[in-house]
């Protein structure tokens, strides 16, 4: 079966340094998403991305974080300036279309010191 | 806003007990509702989902769901639980003219053997 892949699966980083975060989503997928999980908390939805660019995003996605999808297969979530409280599990998730479920990869744990 | 409830945030079960995790979305339209689960070091993994139809919906694992519309509830059943159960289990919710998952806090079961 298909898998959406991440890499790396851990990522430390000290405080105030730029992270990329990378995803291969399932192949005919059209709808790519981020999502963080802070330890012992909730998935928290960051962005979604359609048609090479933002459909919706979160509060928590300000400025310090941006995607990508740079080459049609890759799928990638920059903070640029990291900060403690971004220290948390980053899944990636696609969908093929409107009526199909998310597919989630592994996840990057980011630990930002 | 929309948002998804579980009041259940830890549950401790015996092998064969049965199960039902609590989950509540508060929006009034039309909604895609679904329970992922998370085995310990591991992704979110799809459970079962309701798009339409039938509001008992089947999934793996014995796994069954049952969407009551007029209590805005959407409760994961399983007839006997097993100790391969021990998982987080996730509701989440997508609302009509959007492409977000709303997802709920999560609830913790652990099966003892």
């Known amino acids: 079966e298909p898998e959406v892949?991440?890499?790396p699966s851990h990522q430390v980083t000290q405080m105030g340094q730029e992270v990329i975060l990378r995803c291969v989503p399932i192949s005919n997928h059209l709808y790519f998403y981020w999502y963080r999980q802070i330890?012992?908390?909730k998935v928290e939805?960051?962005?979604?991305?359609?048609?090479?660019?933002?459909?919706?995003?979160?509060?928590?996605f300000d400025d310090?974080?941006?995607?990508?999808?740079?080459?049609g297969s890759n799928f990638t979530l920059k903070i640029r300036s990291t900060k403690l409280e971004d220290?948390?599990?980053?899944?990636c998730a696609s969908m093929g279309g409107g009526n199909s479920p998310l597919h989630f990869g592994n996840g990057t744990r980011l630990t930002v010191t | 806003a929309q948002s998804v409830s579980q009041h259940n945030h830890h549950v401790i079960l015996s092998e064969a007990a049965s199960l039902e995790l609590g989950c509540n979305y508060s929006y009034g339209g039309t909604v895609n509702l679904f329970w992922y689960v998370q085995y310990p070091g591991q992704h979110l993994q799809l459970l079962l989902k309701y798009f339409s139809g039938d509001p008992l919906v089947k999934g793996i694992k014995g796994f069954e769901a049952e969407f009551i519309k007029s209590k805005f509830s959407f409760n994961l059943r399983k007839p006997s639980v097993q100790w391969s159960d021990t998982a987080e289990y996730f509701c989440a919710v997508k609302t009509s003219g959007t492409y977000k998952y709303i997802f709920g806090t999560g609830t913790r079961l652990k099966v003892l053997a």
């Open chain 1, 5 to 7: 892949t991440q890499t």
């Open chain 1, 39 to 41: 330890l012992g908390q």
């Open chain 1, 45 to 60: 939805f960051l962005v979604s991305f359609y048609n090479n660019e933002i459909s919706e995003k979160s509060e928590i």
């Open chain 1, 64 to 71: 310090q974080f941006s995607v990508e999808r740079p080459d």
């Open chain 1, 87 to 91: 220290s948390a599990m980053y899944f």
